[in-house]
């Protein structure tokens, strides 16, 4: 592990500078000015702002057959217009992710987690501002290990997946969540399940649930909802 990020933080593969067209100017010239990079795992995209003080970190898991970029999309220049370190891992097919889905690979989470402290090697982290969102079967996966994630990010999204952890204890410390949804997903119930988990944990909670939004009309809520999530995300820290 300690190779790969030596190796990756010297080769610094540069792939393209974001390109934005935000109203705000302040705003657009801080996300024209992040850098995209290949790496550090095999698949994996991350956007680095200019400068080197400690910025914020969002981690964002795709979806079942998905890739990274399709996160980068949904994320990427609103949250690079804010200064925020922004990663999108792939499931790691190397470590049996043959798959592409997170949850169904359902590996630990210490992958991710040395994943994370590869890019710190390169751009520095403020790491009581980290945060993650998954989307879909990423969301799963979080949830899955929420206990083990939460020790790491201050806050989580869940968008459009998400089921009850295996493991019932509350996690410690403990990670204000955000669920965006939809109530006619057929697989509604068991998110619903999993906010009733960290209820009971006594969690900040933020229940965003849209009536009649089937799974493709939870995929579409994020855009008009993206900058208050992010708002919502900084407001939020250890």
């Excluded at 067209?21 to 990079?37: F, I, N, T, W, Y």
Aim: proline share 5%; hydrophobic share 50%; aromatic share 8%.
């Amino acid at each position: 592990m300690a190779a790969a990020r030596a190796t990756w933080a010297a080769a610094a593969w540069v792939v393209a500078a974001a390109a934005v067209g935000l109203a705000d100017e302040p705003l657009a010239r801080a996300a024209a000015s992040a850098v995209r990079l290949a790496g550090p795992c095999a698949g994996c995209l991350a956007s680095l702002p200019s400068g080197t003080e400690p910025r914020p970190l969002l981690v964002l898991l795709h979806g079942d057959g998905e890739v990274p970029a399709t996160m980068m999309v949904a994320w990427e220049t609103a949250a690079a217009a804010r200064r925020i370190v922004v990663f999108a891992p792939a499931c790691p097919r190397d470590e049996g992710c043959t798959r592409g889905s997170w949850w169904k690979w359902d590996g630990a989470p210490a992958w991710l987690l040395g994943q994370v402290d590869a890019l710190a090697a390169v751009r520095s982290i403020d790491r009581t501002r980290a945060w993650i969102a998954g989307w879909s079967g990423g969301a799963t996966y979080v949830a899955w290990h929420t206990q083990e994630l939460e020790r790491a990010f201050a806050a989580i999204v869940l968008h459009g997946g998400g089921v009850r952890p295996r493991d019932e204890a509350c996690a410690t410390p403990r990670a204000a969540v955000y669920f965006l949804g939809g109530d006619a997903n057929p697989l509604h119930y068991l998110t619903d399940d999993l906010r009733a988990h960290y209820a009971v944990c006594g969690q900040e909670l933020t229940w965003n649930v849209i009536r009649g939004a089937d799974h493709a009309a939870e995929r579409a809520a994020l855009a008009p909802r993206r900058e208050a999530i992010l708002d919502w995300l900084e407001a939020h820290q250890r």
